[in-house]
């Protein structure tokens, strides 16, 4: 099993930024692509970014393009999503994953860290 454990939520206006992590232990990180999936108060989880296994590699959902950006230290086993120019929208649970690259799959889920960005 990997245990999965986010970081760094909280309240921020609009404009502001913000750093989550997600600590990996248990497994070995580095045989994993991992995700970025956000759920918003009534909505669907809906997938965020996603970061290769080298971290070489990454795409976006088109709502975060250009304003989010996922990295990844493997020495450390963590993933990072830095989040700038917040909206109100992006107020969520954001959840990391430990899948595969093109998310067919994901095996590993943590318990999500709550952003609240305040117009």
């Known amino acids: 099993q990997m245990q999965l454990v986010e970081s760094g939520g909280g309240l921020v206006q609009a404009g502001g930024s913000l750093r989550l992590s997600c600590a990996a232990s248990g497994r070995t990180f580095s045989n994993y692509a991992m995700h970025w999936f956000r759920q918003a108060p009534g909505k669907e989880r809906e997938f965020a970014a996603a970061?290769?296994?080298?971290?070489?590699?990454?795409y976006y959902a088109d709502f975060v393009k250009g304003r989010f950006t996922a990295s990844r230290d493997n020495a450390k086993n963590t993933m990072y999503l830095q989040m700038n120019s917040l909206k109100p929208e992006d107020t969520a649970v954001y959840y990391c994953a430990a899948g595969t690259y093109n998310g067919a799959r994901m095996y590993y889920w943590g318990n999500g860290t709550l952003v609240t960005v305040s117009s």
């Open positions: 970061i290769n296994w080298s971290g070489s590699s990454t």
